[in-house]
C-alpha cells in the first residue's frame, strides 16, 4: 500500500492518529505494555503506518520483555535508517521508515542471535498486515 509522498504537516495530521502523528512525526515514544503490538504474534508483515512500507516480518520478532515490539533484523534493511539520537540525555540510534521519515523506535546490541540486535518499535508507529493462507490441501 503506498501512499503519496512528501506531505505537508498539515496532511500527516489528516491522514494519522493523533498518537501515531506523535510517534511518526514528532519523535514521541508510547508507554512500555500499551502499543498493540507488543505482545503480538501472528504471521505476518509489519509495515510503517506512515507510508504502507514493508519493515519487520514475524518470523524476526522476539519477546524481548521491554513493552515493545522487538526484532532482531528488518525485512529489507533499505526500508529503514538508522540516526545517531543524542536527545534527553543518552546515546542511542534511531530508527525511521527510508521512505517516508517517520520515526519508528531506536535499535540496541541487546537482541538475539544471529544480529545481536533489537529494534525496539513502537505500535502506533507499524501496522500489521496477515500472511495469506495458502489454500487447503
Not at 70 to 87: G, I, M, P, R, T
Not at 96 to 121: E, M, S, V, W
Request: with cysteine; hydrophobic share 30%.
Amino acid at each position: 500500500m503506498s501512499r503519496d509522498l512528501p506531505k505537508t504537516e498539515e496532511e500527516w495530521r489528516k491522514a494519522l492518529t493523533p498518537v501515531q502523528y506523535r510517534v511518526l512525526r514528532q519523535k514521541g515514544t508510547e508507554r512500555a505494555f500499551t502499543g498493540k503490538y507488543w505482545d503480538h504474534h501472528a504471521d505476518g508483515s509489519y509495515t510503517c503506518a506512515g507510508c504502507g512500507q514493508v519493515l519487520f516480518r514475524s518470523t524476526e520478532k522476539f519477546d524481548s520483555g521491554c513493552g515493545w515490539p522487538s526484532f532482531f533484523d528488518a525485512a529489507d534493511n533499505a526500508a529503514v535508517k538508522l540516526h545517531e539520537d543524542n536527545s534527553l540525555g543518552m546515546r542511542r540510534t534511531e530508527v525511521t521508515c527510508a521512505r517516508c521519515g517517520g520515526h519508528l523506535g531506536h535499535i540496541f546490541d541487546d537482541g538475539p542471535n544471529p544480529t545481536g540486535k533489537r529494534y525496539c518499535i513502537n505500535s502506533a508507529s507499524i501496522d500489521f498486515a496477515a500472511r495469506e493462507q495458502g489454500p487447503a490441501k
